[in-house]
C-alpha cells in the first residue's frame, strides 16, 4: 500500500480510500477498525467509530452516517460547528489555542475589537467622535463643533470653537476654556496675561487690560497671539516729566504765529505739566504813544476721549490755577513804542485722577488785536 500522504481523507490508502480486502473505504459510512480506520485517520466515518469526534472535527449534521464531516479550524466554523469569526475591520483567523481552535482578530488602523468578543471581529469604527483613536475615547465640545480627524498616525478629537472660547485642556474634553475674559489663556491657550509690575490682571475681548502699580501704566496692550507685557511704561521717565511744578516747560510765542507743544502725556495718574509761555511783540506800524491791543488763544486737545483740564495764571507762577476747560483767551493792552511782551502761565492735568498712554496738543497763539475764536 502506498500512503496517501497527510490531509488524505482515505487515512492513507492510495486508491481513495478503497480497501481492497474488505471492499469498504473511507466515507462509506462504516467504520472499519481492521483496514486502519480511525477518527484521527477518516473523520468522516469517525461517528461510527466513536461518539465523539475527534479535536479539529465535528459531527454539524448530526448524521452518523457521515461522521465528524466539519473541520473546525475554519473561519466559519471555528471550534465548533457554525461558530463564524466575522470578518469586520480587519482580518480574523481561527487559530489552536491550548485544545481547541479560537477566533483571533488583526484590527485594521480604522477598528478595534472593543467588546472582548473574538468572534465578531474588531466590530467598532474608531473614527468617530464616540470612538476617536481608542475604544470609548468620546469627543464632546460644550462649545463648538467636535470631529474626530488624523494626521500621520492615529485618530484624535479636532474641535471647531465658537468665538470667544478654545480648547485648551484635554483633547476630548472640547472648547472649554473662554479665552476672552481667561487671565490665563487670553485670546489664546498659550498666552497668559503677564504680571509685571501689575495690581490686578483682567481680560476682556481677548485683551489683557491690567490694573497697574504705580507708577506704571499699560499703554501697549498687545492682541493675540503676541505675548503681553503687563504694565510696561513708567511715565515719570517721560522726557521733559520734570515739569509738574513750576518751570516745568518754557517756550515762546512770538505775535501773529502760533506754537504747537504735541510731545507731552498725562501719565502716571497725578502727572501735570506745566508751562511758562513768553509771548512777544512783533515788529508792525503803529502810531507812537497809542494804545495796543494783544490776545493770546490757548487751545488743549486730547487724543483720545481722556478727560484733561487747562489751568491758568497770568500773574505768577504759584501753583495755583484757575480751571478753564480746555480753551482759553487772555486779552492785555500796550503802548505804541514800549515793551508789550507778556508771560503767562498754564498746567494741563487728567480730570479726577484721569491719564491717558496718548499725547496731546497745547496750541498758544498770539495776535496783534483779537484772536479768531476769541471775543
Known sequence: MVDGGPGRPDGGHADGGHDGATGQSCGDG????????????????????????????????????????????????????GMHCDQVGGTNACILVGATYEC?????????????????GCEVDITTVNNCGACGAKCVNPHGTASCSTMGAGYFC?????????????????????????????????????????????????????????PYADCTRPAAPGADD????????????????????????????????????????????????????????CVPFTSQSYDALITLVPSDSTALSLGFNINACNNTWTSIGNSVCVSWGGTCGSTDDRTFYFQVSGTGGANSCNNYTLTTQMCNGPCPGCP
Open 158 to 214: 479636532s474641535d471647531a470653537c465658537d468665538p470667544g472660547y478654545a480648547a485648551c485642556g484635554p483633547k476630548p474634553a472640547g472648547c472649554t476654556t473662554q479665552t476672552g475674559s481667561d487671565v490665563d489663556h487670553c485670546g489664546g491657550c498659550s498666552r497668559p496675561c503677564a504680571a509685571a509690575n501689575v495690581a490686578t490682571r483682567n481680560c476682556g475681548a481677548g485683551v489683557c487690560a491690567p490694573s497697574c502699580n504705580a
Open 104 to 120: 483571533k482578530p488583526s484590527c485594521d488602523a480604522n477598528h478595534s475589537d472593543c467588546d472582548s468578543n473574538p468572534a465578531n
Open 30 to 81: 462504516t467504520c472499519n477498525p481492521s483496514a486502519g480506520e480511525t477518527c484521527s485517520s477518516c473523520p468522516a466515518d469517525c461517528g461510527a467509530c466513536n461518539t465523539n469526534c475527534p479535536m479539529g472535527f465535528g459531527d454539524c449534521d448530526s448524521n452518523p452516517a457521515n461522521g465528524c464531516e466539519v473541520n473546525l479550524n475554519t473561519a466559519t466554523n471555528c471550534g465548533g460547528c
Open 230 to 285: 503687563g504694565c510696561e511704561t513708567n511715565g515719570t521717565l517721560d522726557p521733559g516729566e520734570n515739569d509738574n511744578s513750576c518751570n516745568g516747560q518754557s517756550s515762546t510765542t512770538n505775535e501773529g504765529s502760533t506754537t504747537t507743544h504735541n510731545t507731552n502725556r498725562i501719565l502716571p495718574t497725578g502727572d501735570t505739566d506745566t508751562y511758562t509761555v513768553d509771548f512777544v511783540e512783533g515788529s508792525h506800524v
